[in-house]
């Protein structure tokens, strides 16, 4: 069975920092491509940061880049989402996902708010 557990969000300061993980289970993890999707209130969910399975060809939205890494760990079937200088717009449920698999885990909150 596939799960995805989210964790690591929170209430945080603009320009502060937040680091999410995504333990992955029920699949051969280290060969599927992985990805953070985020949705805020009222909008659609979107693609924040992707990765391949092999750790490398990161790439981001538009709107992150440059503030946010995207990493992970096949050894511990985890993938990470560090967020720096962090905006009230980066606000929204953060999900991470696997390539061709319709799963989703519950996501965790990210609140940017002074």
């Known amino acids: 069975q596939v799960q995805f557990v989210e964790s690591g969000g929170g209430l945080v300061q603009p320009v502060g920092s937040l680091r999410l993980s995504c333990a992955a289970s029920g699949f051969t993890f280290s060969s599927r491509p992985m990805s953070w999707y985020r949705q805020a209130p009222g909008k659609q969910r979107e693609l924040v940061a992707g990765i391949s399975s092999t750790g490398g060809s990161p790439n981001y939205a538009d709107s992150v880049k440059g503030r946010f890494t995207i990493s992970r760990d096949n050894a511990k079937n985890t993938v990470y989402l560090q967020m720096n200088s962090l905006k009230p717009e980066d606000t929204a449920v953060y999900y991470c996902?696997?390539?061709?698999?319709?799963?989703w885990g519950q996501g965790t909150q990210v609140t940017v708010s002074s």
């Open positions: 996902h696997a390539y061709r698999l319709d799963y």
